[in-house]
């Protein structure tokens, strides 16, 4: 019964992000769009060398996503910190770590599924293969979720901080560096020919670790922020 009150919360926290995200589409739209637009110009100034473009594919499309889920994060915690809804649900008998995990989850799904998404189309413009767009995906689908994760950790700690953007950047980037590795790194091991299973591994060890530590840790920053 208590599983399902949770999960009930959760639910509804989503509904609630997705509603509000509805009304502002342009919020949602914009990292979209960045991504779009930083990925593309990459082909437009190289120019049509194939094998260089397949070659920078895999980094290419992962800093653009990289970036793209950055824009957003500022706003995780901001607008409910704003209103007061933020110190509503510290105080309320829900576990503050779960309602994080559902703003965590809401992000990536307003913000990082469709990065997940549009990234095939993207990847076709540097010339990858169908088993590439493929991997590329997958390793989307593993690391998105974890900056999410991580991200909500910056955006709690830099909470109510003039110039919070600039720091945030400075606070998480490190800490999405790993993700960036194994990311672009499981697309060029399988074209090298040497398997990607170690890095999806370790992108999904990263998820699971995230999704454990990531709500504590947002939990503590944010009750610092709200004191």
């Known amino acids: 019964m208590k599983k399902l009150s949770m999960m009930s919360v959760m639910m509804a926290v989503l509904r ?3 509603s509000v995200a509805m009304r502002q589409k342009g919020e949602v739209l914009t990292p979209l769009m960045f991504f779009i637009v930083i990925a593309s110009l990459f082909p437009l100034g190289i120019g ?17 996503a990289l970036l793209a889920a950055m824009l957003s994060l500022q706003r995780l915690f901001a607008t ?6 933020l110190e509503q649900m510290a105080l309320s008998s829900t576990p503050l770590g ?10 990536f799904l307003l913000s990082g599924l469709p990065l ?6 993207l990847g076709l413009q540097f010339g990858l293969d169908s088993r ?22 910056g955006a709690a700690l830099t909470l109510g901080v003039r110039g919070a ?24 091991s399988d074209a090298a020919g040497m398997g990607a299973g170690g890095h999806l591994s370790l992108l999904a060890a990263m998820l699971v670790l995230s999704a454990f530590f990531a709500p504590i840790a947002t939990t503590t920053a944010l009750r610092i922020s709200l004191e």
């Open 98 to 107: 779960l309602l994080v995990l559902a703003k965590a989850l809401s992000h």
């Open 132 to 153: 590439a767009l493929g991997l590329l995906m997958l390793t989307l689908l593993l690391g998105t979720p974890t900056l999410s994760l991580i991200g909500s950790i």
């Open 16 to 18: 609630r992000e997705v």
């Open 165 to 188: 953007g600039v720091l945030l950047s400075l606070l998480i980037l490190p800490l999405y560096i790993p993700v960036l590795i194994f990311g672009a790194g499981a697309v060029e």
């Open 48 to 64: 049509p060398e194939s094998a260089l473009l397949q070659r920078m594919a895999p980094g290419v499309l992962w800093v653009s």
């Open 116 to 121: 997940v998404l549009m990234a095939p189309v």
């Open 80 to 85: 409910d910190y704003a209103d007061g809804s």
